[in-house]
């Protein structure tokens, strides 16, 4: 029958034991002296090796020929802990043996003297499940356990473990084994398995696994049904991105090219990729990412072996770090609301959405906003489109006709009134709501002139139009409005655009969606108040 690989490349010897020297050797330290403790508590996370360790350790302690702190797997203790015939080694299971009454039978086992082996060992695995009643029960005996009894508690969630329970045990915390240990050794299993494994493949599956050997080894039996394990064969076999995929839609993402990135999520949930796994490997990129673009040192021994130095600060060109922490936030969101979602797929190409058209909100603060602009400036990146400014005015006779350049009456032989020969003022035309023509021209001139953050919104979400004779700046949301609004802002803007103009022109600053205000009409205010000094009744319609 075949043995996962797991199961079968399990050591069996400390010195097996890969990414936990500083427990194994401490542990042979003390078999080697005798100096053993009564309970010992193993803590880490999934398959980092506290119970492979736990096991060693029940075996080490009854060996009949310890070799230098680990046992000899030969002797007929050794051997009848390994096939399960020794009955004095017990390996319980908190998560279904978490009652009273089986505390209490173990406790009164424990009076007993092992009957095959030197010490009776109990390996009592997630111990954090026990119940409150259970641990209680178990506290004298793990105080002042006989000599010939020896407690290996593990658990992958030690604050749901007792203080009282965690004071009377020997502890030791199990770290996440690192990549590189971790394919190393993956390397060793499949040359003695016969496994096709590329050093690509090696390191794609150790960043998978997350510190984890067993899910490493897992990971390796399933991608190895497909025969050579490379790159392309782990992602094929687990149903994740690739380096290049990844890539791929992040540069999608990153240009704004929404309609690609919804067809290569399509194209990944039709290959059966689970599609929170995909934006989980895409948090793993913009990590790495946002490392290489604020790091000051080198940080290649930092990010995953998956991308290299090179990639990522061409991902990075363009983008600002401001940006990243934004698309972090908003896959973390979208992630949250996958786990409940009727429609995975629908929630993942929502993500896709915001990624692609980030608001003003969707940054920490102002300040990340600006950095963000700045960052697309600086690059050449338009964020809109404004209207040239005119190089030079066109000829006199070839201009278009402008407001008040209507044609002169005919001579009747009479002077004309005083009011209807006044020329019209160079100010401003009383057109409502036309664009003005002279806002490039006075984005150009506010330069070096006004808070840079101030400056930069103007330019990307602003325009400036012309009502009843007044320079009205339109702006896109309420962080620009607010920025152009703030003195000595204003008051620079006023100065510039009535040197454009020509005269004084008063400037307004409104929203875009924003209801003008309307204006007050001074000839009907003065017929009111002289009808109220004469008593007479007006009803306002």
């Known amino acids: 029958m075949y043995q ?9 010897t400390f010195a097996d034991v890969i990414g936990q020297q500083h427990i194994t050797d401490t542990l042979r330290a003390q078999l080697r002296t005798g100096r053993l403790s009564h309970a010992y508590l193993f803590t880490g996370t999934r398959g980092t090796g506290k119970t492979t360790c736990a096991k060693i350790l029940a075996r ?15 002797c007929p203790s050794c051997r009848g802990i390994l096939d399960g015939s020794v009955l004095d080694v017990v390996e319980i299971d908190a998560a279904s043996n978490n009652g009273v009454d089986n505390i209490r039978d173990l406790r009164d086992e424990t009076r007993y003297t092992p009957g095959q082996v030197k010490k ?31 407690f290996i508690l593990a658990t992958t969630e030690i604050h749901k473990v007792p203080a009282t329970i965690l004071s009377r045990c020997q502890r030791f915390d ?31 599956i150790a960043r998978l696994s997350d510190g984890a050997m067993r899910d490493a080894l897992s990971m390796l039996d399933r991608a190895a049904a497909a025969g050579t394990v490379d790159e392309e064969a782990v992602t094929a076999a687990l149903g994740i991105l690739g380096q290049d995929d990844a890539m791929q839609l992040a540069g999608y993402l990153k240009n704004h090219a929404l309609a690609e990135s919804v067809a290569l999520l399509g194209d990944y949930y039709r290959a059966g990729r689970d ?104 690059n050449g990146i ?44 160079a100010a401003a035309p009383k057109s409502r709501g036309d664009s003005w023509l002279l806002w490039p021209r006075l984005l150009e001139a506010l330069t070096g002139k006004i808070n840079m953050g101030a400056h930069t919104n103007m330019k990307l979400s602003s325009k400036g139009i012309l009502e009843d004779g007044a320079l009205v700046i339109l702006c896109e949301d309420s962080i620009t409005a607010m ?11 006023r100065e510039q655009a009535a040197v454009l103009a020509g005269a004084p022109i008063k400037v307004k600053v409104r929203e875009a969606d924003e209801e003008p205000l309307p204006e007050n009409n001074h000839a009907v205010d003065e017929l009111l108040g002289r009808a109220k000094a004469f008593d007479i009744q007006i009803r306002e319609l």
């Open 120 to 150: 009776r060992v109990y390996i009592i695995d997630e111990v954090h499940m026990l119940s409150i009643g259970a641990f209680n029960a178990l506290l004298k005996t793990l105080e002042e356990p006989p000599e010939h009894v020896l």
């Open 483 to 493: 920025l152009a609004k703030a003195e000595p802002t204003m008051k620079v803007i």
């Open 275 to 378: 599609l929170a796994a995909v934006y989980d490997q895409l948090l793993g990129l913009i990590r790495d990412a946002l490392l290489v673009k604020t790091a000051k040192t080198d940080v290649s021994a930092l990010i995953s072996p998956a991308y290299t130095v090179k990639a990522l600060q061409g991902f990075c060109e363009g983008m600002a770090a401001s940006t990243l922490i934004a698309w972090s936030q908003a896959i973390g969101d979208a992630l949250n609301r996958m786990k409940n979602a009727a429609n995975r797929r629908i929630e993942a190409e929502l993500c896709a959405v915001r990624l692609c058209t980030l608001g003003a909100d969707d940054y920490d603060s102002l300040g990340g906003r600006v950095e963000a602009l700045e960052e697309k400036i600086k």
């Open 382 to 425: 338009p964020a809109a489109v404004s209207q040239p400014a005119q190089a030079a005015s066109p000829a006199a006779d070839d201009r278009p006709p402008l407001p008040g350049d209507e044609e002169a009456p005919p001579w009747t032989g009479e002077e004309p009134d005083a009011a209807q020969s006044a020329p019209p003022a």
């Open 174 to 204: 199990f770290r996440r084994i690192g990549a590189e240990d971790i394919a190393r050794r993956l390397m060793d299993v499949a040359a003695k398995e016969g496994i096709a494994l590329s050093e690509g493949g090696a390191r794609l």
């Open 4 to 12: 996962a690989l797991y199961r079968k490349w399990r050591p069996q």
């Open 60 to 74: 080490a302690v009854n060996c009949e020929n310890l070799q230098d702190g680990d046992p000899c797997g030969v």
